[in-house]
């Protein structure tokens, strides 16, 4: 099985291993989340006539209902490796940041089967760029949060540039803690990144109301 990251949402931000991957698979995994299938229409060009196999990811903070999910998957996906399928399983982004394809992952391979992850372009990376600015310089620290649980305040305070992200429902109340922390100022953001619906924001004074679940704030202290 193969976890293929397929970058924030323009199809032209696949790597090439990507596509190599998708077009010699003989499954497509696809996470449903019983929404919107945002990462298999940025493959749609590479797995025409592939078998697809939906595997329920619910968007749930309930443990139980969540690691029911993963067992769930991971049990459709071993009937398709014990057949002696190559498995690509897509996923947004990069596997390794926030992704729930790392729990099947886990469970693919203590169930004795091989899993290689295939990385993609991060969201973060791509808003910089759509930003049109570096993350982190010479000795620069970078912090990765995210935005919609505790500890928030307390990561914020942190010498460095911070990626606020999973913030779309609780923007509001980000955006109150960024002024409170006075890094209200120093914040841009970008929704949707790379996707038809871009949106760049240099200044959160842009922003109205709440945002897209693929929303990434950037603090730079500098």
């Known amino acids: 099985m193969y976890g293929v990251g397929v970058g924030p949402g323009d199809p032209k931000l696949l790597t090439l291993q990507a596509v190599e991957i998708l077009q010699l698979a003989d499954v497509i995994a696809v996470p449903d989340t019983s929404g919107e299938k945002t990462a298999m229409k940025i493959v749609k060009d590479y797995i025409e006539g592939k078998e697809l196999l939906y595997c329920p990811m619910p968007m749930s903070r309930d443990l139980e209902v969540v690691e029911k999910s993963h067992r769930i998957s991971c049990e459709l996906l071993e009937k398709e490796l014990d057949k002696g399928k190559n ?67 307390e990561l914020l305070a942190l010498k460095g540039t911070k990626i606020l ?58």
Not at 111 to 130: D, E, P
Not at 209 to 219: L, T
Request: glycine share 6%; charged share 25%.
């Open 87 to 153: 498995i690509a399983f897509i996923t947004l982004g990069d596997p390794t940041i926030y992704s729930t394809y790392m729990y099947v992952h886990r469970l693919i391979l203590q169930k004795g089967h091989t899993a290689r992850i295939v990385s993609g372009i991060t969201s973060f990376c791509a808003s910089a760029g759509a930003l049109n600015i570096s993350l982190c310089d010479r000795d620069e620290a970078l912090h990765i949060i995210p935005a919609a649980y505790e500890d928030t305040e």
């Open 165 to 222: 992200m999973k913030s779309g429902k609780n923007l509001s109340g980000v955006i109150e803690t960024l002024k409170r922390m006075k890094l209200y100022e120093k914040a841009q953001m970008v929704e949707c990144c790379s996707m038809e619906n871009e949106r760049i924001y240099e200044s959160l004074d842009q922003v109205s109301g709440e945002s897209s679940y693929f929303s990434i704030i950037i603090v730079k202290d500098k």
